[in-house]
């Protein structure tokens, strides 16, 4: 008797398909269960330097920042606030060496409160027991002028007189600036001014980063010249007395009479706006000598003979 060969049908290659197919399903889904196992029980994800975005693509973490424009001069009113790079955070900001008044929270600087010097400034992200990010950077802050304007003699002189005005107070590399009653001298921007003009004089210091700041004031003053007061005498030469004429507008003036030898033999005060004065020289030996007017404008003399 022959035997029967088995017999394949559409049926049966349908049913091995189906099998096939959840098999390979219940073995991935056993890797899938095993993997987060092996997740829950690794270090959590906050605890590295990346972190899982929202597609389950890895974040690396930033620290980076800088401090940008603002003053970098310190004992000044103000504040430096970080600026961060794209997706930085900020974590514990520490400095070094000491002197740097540094928010250990924001990273933000306290100019009035800091010293001058060159600070690195690190901002360092926890990561719990992983190694953590962090990233610095270099911050210079300058010295606060100390201006002073000392003259090289007197202040006060005649026309055609000068004074010489020199600046200090400033660091290596400052730069200068002199001003006369609030308005700047283009032409004075070194150290020294020669002020030859009336007027209160300033300096103003500026040192590397911005420090800027003024000196006190010194008054200058120009005198205006002195002229010769205008006079005239008769008679002269004169028995005994004579009449000095100055004019109505005449200021105060000391009259003084000397002989020969240029001894002071008389002298006398006339107030100011008196016209005329008279002197009398009646108790001097008849003889040649020399008068002399002064004011406040200036001096003249006079020959007057006595007969």
């Avoid at 300033?202 to 003053?221: E, F, H």
Wanted: contains cysteine; neutral net charge; proline residues 6%.
């Amino acid at each position: 008797m022959r035997a029967l060969s088995s017999i394949s049908t559409p049926a049966a290659h349908v049913l091995d398909s189906v099998a096939s197919w959840w098999s390979h399903a219940l073995i991935l889904l056993g890797l899938l269960l095993m993997s987060r196992a092996s997740r829950a029980q690794g270090p959590d994800a906050d605890q590295l330097a990346f972190s899982e975005s929202a597609g389950g693509a890895p974040t690396t973490l930033s620290a980076a920042f800088a401090y940008d424009g603002g003053s970098r001069c310190a004992g000044t009113v103000g504040q430096l606030v970080p600026a961060w790079a794209n997706g930085a955070q900020a974590g514990t900001f520490s400095a070094s060496p000491v002197g740097l008044s540094l928010n250990p929270t924001t990273g933000v600087v306290d100019l009035a409160r800091s010293q001058a010097g060159a600070y690195t400034i690190t901002n360092q992200l926890a990561a719990g027991g992983a190694a953590g990010v962090a990233a610095s950077t270099f911050l210079v802050l300058h010295t606060l002028p100390s201006p002073v304007l000392t003259a090289s003699g007197p202040t006060t002189f005649g026309a055609g007189g000068a004074v010489r005005l020199t600046a200090s107070g400033g660091t290596e590399g400052a730069t200068y600036q002199f001003f006369n009653n609030g308005q700047l001298i283009r032409e004075a921007t070194s150290n020294t001014y020669t002020a030859t003009k009336s007027g209160s004089y300033t300096v103003l210091v500026i040192n590397p980063g911005s420090c800027v700041a003024a000196s006190a004031a010194v008054p200058v003053t120009v005198a205006p010249a002195k002229t010769a007061p205008e006079l005239s005498i008769a008679p002269n030469p004169t028995p005994a007395h004579f009449t000095i004429f100055t004019g109505a507008a005449a200021p105060a003036a000391r009259i003084s009479v000397r002989n020969g030898r240029g001894e002071e033999v008389q002298t006398g005060l006339v107030p100011a706006g008196v016209p005329s004065y008279d002197v009398d020289l009646s108790s001097l030996a008849a003889g040649t000598y020399m008068l002399q007017v002064t004011t406040a404008t200036g001096r003249v003399m006079r020959r007057v003979v006595r007969e």
